[in-house]
């Protein structure tokens, strides 16, 4: 069995980007890690959420738990370093703020967190963090440069289909086209998708996961207000780039329909997992 890393800014992102995909994971007997580099602290709760003496930080924080729970992760390490803020913000400036953090270092401490754990796979955002947050592109900086440090065997961006929303937004009526962000620039072109995962069968999980952030995705936003049909036709593919091992084109659709957890690639006689890690240690 594998152990897979995934690598997020803030505490919500694991459940709406990779939510099926963690859940699948854990139902396969694999071992799911949650990292993420900031405990979110710059995100606005609905007044009168949160309990007398309570922070935010606190609520999410518990927040977290529980949607770890629901997708089966076995480990949550938060990496400590501080919410940047939305792209243009002062807050991005702030020493202490992920966004403006040496690479390098927070790589090492990640490259430790890869070995400690001996992680077959690693999954960070792609180059432009989805939708341009400067937490997100942080996190795809320095989980590269972490991936190469550990010698991770597998490293894959978690992305979104820009095609396939923009397709979707189209064909729908208001629920896509209240997304809080400019859909024609989210994620990358379909051509760049490598792998897409049917997460279906765990949508209901996700839902969960992602509803159990009540301080950050409402029961009447964007993300939740939509029936049980339309959430899945909308949230139930989730999309990757695989980076390494290079994939190979000749896959009939075109895409993989699952993470491949060893060097070798689906049905790969010779490299497990295990044998995987062993040569990149």
Request: aromatic content about 4%; overall charge negative; some cysteine.
């Amino acid at each position: 069995m594998a152990t897979v890393v995934f690598f997020h800014a803030h505490p919500d992102d694991e459940a709406i980007a990779t939510g099926g995909t963690m859940a699948s994971l854990a139902d396969g007997g694999h071992r799911v890690v949650l990292v993420t580099a900031t405990a979110g602290e710059l995100g606005e709760a609905p007044d009168g959420l949160l309990d007398d003496g309570e922070s935010l930080v606190d609520r999410r924080g518990k927040e977290l738990a529980e949607a770890c729970r629901i997708l089966g992760v076995e480990r949550h390490v938060g990496l400590g370093f501080r919410d940047s803020g939305m792209a243009g913000e002062e807050t991005n400036r702030d020493p202490a703020a992920f966004a403006a953090t040496d690479t390098e270092q927070a790589a090492h401490l990640l490259a430790d967190l890869l070995v400690e754990e001996g992680a077959h796979v690693l999954v960070i955002y792609d180059e432009h963090g989805v939708y341009d947050h400067p937490d997100h592109i942080k996190v795809h900086e320095v989980g590269r440069r972490a991936s190469d440090l550990a010698g991770t065997a597998v490293l894959y961006l978690a992305t979104l289909d820009r095609d396939r929303v923009v397709a979707l937004a189209s064909a729908s009526d208001r629920q896509l086209a209240e997304s809080p962000h400019e859909l024609d620039t989210m994620g990358v072109p379909g051509w760049r998708i490598t792998t897409e995962v049917d997460v279906r069968p765990w949508i209901d999980r996700k839902r969960a996961a992602m509803a159990a952030h009540a301080s950050q995705i409402a029961p009447d936003s964007f993300f939740l207000d939509m029936p049980p049909e339309v959430f899945s036709e909308v949230w139930g593919l989730e999309a990757y780039i695989r980076v390494r091992p290079e994939p190979a084109r000749d896959v009939p659709t075109g895409r993989e329909t699952s993470l491949v957890l060893a060097a070798g690639g689906p049905g790969a006689d010779a490299d497990s997992a295990e044998q995987v890690a062993e040569r990149g240690s």
